[in-house]
């Protein structure tokens, strides 16, 4: 019964693709987060969503959008890939979304573009 | 200059030894994170801290608002420690950002 899950663990694809990624919790909490871990290993916010309503949304290009179905779903869609797009994306989740919350992983998808 | 600076970047250590990774952050907090991200790249959550100390199992952390700098202290190393512990702060109004340092990379040798 994991807790954070993501689909796929892996994705390969050709530059100027559209992909998704999918996230679910099944912990029945609030919000959800999607996070960008580059090469160097830094990790930076990019979405964070709490009852459908978008509550962060940093510099991240409007090729990458959030779409949530229920309060236990954060998909990520990228459209026309690019080169630089390559990292790991980790969802998260926490129960309300206030400020001293503690998150919940999911294990990563490591997406390669070529 | 990042807003979240970790220190060391890269720390080895022996069975046993007590380990000290610090964070200085240099914005107003509501709260700061320790996360443990594993070799295989799994994030773990390990506390959060709004003041004072927190303790779990051999993980304590602390932090001191005044300076705007965290520690997380290991007692008792073992080498399953290995990982790289990222500090992380929460701040902001209404819209609360989370900024991360760049992560210290532990290795703990038997």
């Known amino acids: 019964d994991t807790a954070v899950s993501q689909t796929p663990k892996y994705l390969v694809t050709q530059m100027g693709n559209d992909k998704s990624i999918k996230c679910e919790q099944n912990?029945?909490?609030?919000?959800m987060y999607w996070y960008k871990q580059d090469s160097k290993k830094f990790l930076k916010i990019m979405f964070s969503?709490?009852?459908?309503?978008?509550?962060i949304n940093e510099t991240v290009p409007n090729r990458f959008s959030p779409k949530s179905p229920d309060k236990a779903h954060l998909n990520l869609h990228i459209n026309s890939l690019e080169l630089g797009d390559s990292a790991v994306y980790f969802c998260?989740?926490?129960?309300?979304?206030?400020?001293?919350?503690?998150?919940?992983f999911g294990p990563g998808t490591r997406l390669l573009v070529l | 200059k990042n807003e979240v600076e970790q220190s060391p970047q890269n720390l080895t250590a022996q069975e046993g030894e007590f380990i000290t990774i610090n964070c200085s952050y240099s914005?107003?907090?509501?709260?700061l994170h320790w996360l443990q991200q594993h070799p295989g790249g799994g994030i773990v959550s390990l506390f959060m801290l709004s003041s004072g100390k927190k303790k779990h199992g051999r993980l304590i952390a602390t932090i001191n608002i005044q300076e705007k700098h965290s520690s997380l202290h290991i007692t008792a190393s073992h080498p399953r420690d290995s990982a790289v512990y990222i500090c992380a702060v929460l701040s902001g109004g209404s819209n609360y950002k989370l900024t991360f340092g760049k992560g210290t990379l532990l290795t703990v040798n038997p």
């Open positions: 912990l029945g909490h609030d919000t």
């Open positions: 914005v107003g907090i509501s709260a």
């Open positions: 969503y709490n009852n459908k309503e978008l509550i």
């Open positions: 998260a989740s926490s129960p309300v979304g206030g400020r001293l919350e503690t998150q919940y």
